[in-house]
């Protein structure tokens, strides 16, 4: 397969680099090269089976925007865009283009998500979540940090869910869910060593998007990888 990787940060790099130990084609774009989606046109995305997006929101958008149009793949590991999913969905939809988003691409991370949905069955306790990565990283809380919270309150909604974000140094991602009650505490921990683990499961969602068309979270789709 040939990957289109947009972005060539930390994140984007390692995709590049997992795509290419994966036997597959890979082709790469910072955001300088294509500004305002201008390089997505057919002629270049000609051959291409799927692009991989790990730029920022505003980017993101408008290269999903310019992709969809064409009727091709993405996969978004890019987060904080998704107040305009409505939209995206319409254009995939409409001219039958495949799309596949997450706040994680970590097989670890989507364990957890699992593990914090049983975790909130469990009744008075108060919980809270606690997230660090890198200094560069731009949105805070995370994406993840985010879905966290929204699993616990698809349990028990309403409920107070505190986030605490740190940005410290070169850290690669830790997230911790804790329930505390009067007698005790329960924490659920992920602590990437390494971003290895996001670019292995962004390129696997590649792979499995190929041929696609439609909208999925990334949550819903992971246990066929």
Known sequence: MLFLILGKGKTGSLVAEVARERGHGVRALDINENQHASALTAPNLAGVDVVIDFTTPEAAVENMRAVLALG?????????????????????????????????????????????????????????????????????????????????????????????????????GEHIVTAKSDYDIIELRH????????????????EWLNDKSGVWEFREIFDQL
């Open 72 to 172: 091709c793949r993405i996969v978004v590991g890019t987060t904080g865009w998704y107040a305009h999913l409505p939209e995206l969905k319409a254009i995939a939809e409409r001219r039958e283009g495949g799309l596949l988003y997450g706040t994680n691409f970590s097989i670890g991370v989507q364990k957890l998500f699992r593990l914090t949905a049983e975790l909130a069955k469990i009744e008075g306790y108060k919980f809270g979540i606690s997230e660090t990565h890198h200094t560069s990283k731009l949105d805070a809380p995370s994406g993840t940090a985010i879905t966290l919270k929204q699993i616990i309150h698809s349990v028990q909604p309403g409920i107070d869910v505190p986030i605490e974000s740190h940005r410290v140094g070169d850290a690669n």
């Open 191 to 206: 602590d990437a060593h390494s971003r290895r683990g996001f670019a292995v499961g962004a390129v696997r969602a590649a």
